[in-house]
């Protein structure tokens, strides 16, 4: 037995293994030492609306430049902020920073929506709530001008306390959104339990939809599906007029994606998106 662990064990370090963990650590201390102010930045995707191609918000993406001038992208070190729980402090910081650029733009027709992506250890931080009305209040925003985007999987890891929590912001009037949907075990099921407003169809769907019979008929499903509960349906990474025509078809009510605009700085958003307004549509 020993000595089959042992193997086991032998087997487990192998050289790209090692070089994976050693990016981790990596990771994990610069995350440690960073100082937001310095390293951290947001990009803004816009939304947009099928109906009438008008703006409907921004996604809010975090940025990390290192003192190096190395980028790194969230997808590598999202799940390692998340390990070690410098997420919350990540997590605030991107709120902060979204709610006073939100602060700062003007008021539009139609309440522009920020949509703040919240991983699982954010989501069910004990202080979550309080310190999203704290920020909002500081910062004069109504609770309609906020959406929050959490996972299946985040929301999975007890869904009791996340349908707790999903409603007490419900209540207080945040938008709510799932996000990468279709991609969790039991999506489905979740979409009956879980308090959102806004279904995100995962990107991995929309990419071959001009092409794969399959992911067309299961994009329909979702759509109907999601409209039948009454939930807005929102298609991300689209990148071809092509998917564009055909969720307009299929009646999809909003997408993101670099058909659109990819995602942009404060200032570009500005001048490129808000400058425009209020008819600001995809060139496209
Ligand atoms: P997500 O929430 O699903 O965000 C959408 C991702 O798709 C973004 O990647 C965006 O840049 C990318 N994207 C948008 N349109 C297109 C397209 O047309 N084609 C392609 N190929 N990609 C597109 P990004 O910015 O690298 O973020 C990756 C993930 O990191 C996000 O996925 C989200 O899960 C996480 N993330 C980013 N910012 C935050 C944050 O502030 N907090 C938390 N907790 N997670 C974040
Ligand atoms: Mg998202
Ligand atoms: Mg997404
Ligand atoms: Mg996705």
Redesign the pocket.
Known sequence: EAKRAGKNKHCFYRPEMLAQLNRTAEIATLLKRLEPARELW??F?PRMHLDGRVLAGA?????WRTPDGEEI???EF?PV??ETGQ?LR??YW?MEQACQTLSRWPAQATPLVLS????AR?LFDELLVERIEKLRQRYGLSPAQLEF?I?ESSAMRDMDDAVRVLGRLRALGYGLSL??FGTGFSSLSHLRSLPVDTV?I??SFI?DIEHDTHDRVLVASIIELASNLGLRVLA????TTGQLQLLESLGCDDV????VA??LAAERFETEVLGSWPHWQAAR
């Open positions: 947001l990009a995707q996604e809010v993406l975090l940025r992208p969230p997808q999202i902020a998340e997420i990540l997590g991107v703040i992506n919240l991983s954010q985007e996972t996000d990468d995100k995962d990107r990419r991300e990474g689209v990148e993101q994606g670099y058909l990819r995602p």
